[in-house]
């Protein structure tokens, strides 16, 4: 009985979803970003020097570009949030008593009596007035809440183990048909990364290897259609 107790109050999967969101979005974008940007060189050149120059260019620059826009984007969240809870404290010290019948009238529309509503209003509000107006009228907890630096950290750290796996590609494999070769691979890694994305969230695997091989495949393919289009000899 312990043991089902045990389970049944382990964490959430929502629980990773800032942190997984993060990264998924990083490795994604390094896997395919790198690959497409070493597809299209390649689609252009006969050497080997240009490819990793520009995939490493690529590599550094998507890294560094992802941390810094989860930064400034999950900052921009988090600015949202302190200016609503400031909000909420000076309604909360201006005007309590309408501040109580909107709490009653939000545990009233999720389905409890009217009377029983304002008495988990009146109950929680003595207990802690602020974290139950945060949590219950602005929709703001622990899960859900911005952590720009986690977001950064994930994202830019999963780009670089992303983009690093299309390096080893240009590095390593034949240069003739280069272009195959990281299609073929970035397709296996994107495949993996749906995989393990899908069972850390407790998703679909089906659905994302599907979603994330098809929106693969459009990228690389348009970005080898450029390399072709111009044909530039890169020497």
Same mark, same amino acid.
């Given at each position: ?11 959430? /999967?929502?629980?990773? @979803? ?25 689609? +252009? ?8 120059? +520009? ?15 989860? /930064? $400034?984007?999950? @900052?921009?969240?988090?600015? $949202? ?25 939000? /545990? ?43 977001? +950064? ?15 080893? $590609? $240009? ?32 998703? @679909? ?31």
């Amino acid at each position: 009985m312990t043991d089902i107790a045990d389970d049944y109050l382990e964490p959430h /999967y929502i629980q990773r @979803s800032n942190w997984l969101r993060a990264a998924v979005l990083g490795a994604n974008d390094g896997i395919l970003s790198t690959a497409s940007l070493a597809i299209g060189v390649a689609a +252009a050149s006969d050497l080997r020097e240009p490819i990793i120059l +520009a995939t490493v260019a690529g590599l550094v620059a998507g890294a560094l570009s992802m941390a810094a826009g989860e /930064y $400034v984007s999950v @900052s921009s969240q988090t600015d $949202v949030e302190k200016a609503d809870i400031e909000r909420e404290k000076q309604e909360l010290l201006d005007m309590p008593d309408i501040e109580l019948v909107r709490l009653a009238e939000i /545990y009233e529309k999720r389905g409890l009596k009217k009377d029983t509503a304002l008495i988990v209003a009146k109950e929680l509000t003595a207990h802690d007035a602020l974290a139950t107006h945060i949590r219950d009228e602005l929709g703001i907890n622990d899960i859900s809440q911005a952590k720009p630096i986690q977001a +950064a950290l994930a994202s830019g750290a999963s780009f670089t183990v992303g983009g690093i796996l299309p390096l080893l $590609v $240009v590095i390593f494999l034949p240069l003739q048909n280069m272009e195959y070769y990281l299609y073929g691979f970035a397709i296996i890694f994107l495949i993996i990364l749906g995989t393990i994305a899908a069972k850390t969230g407790g998703s @679909s695997i089906t659905k994302a290897i599907i979603r994330i091989t098809f929106w693969g495949t459009v990228a690389m393919g348009l970005t080898a259609f450029v390399g072709h289009l111009f044909g530039v000899n890169m020497v």
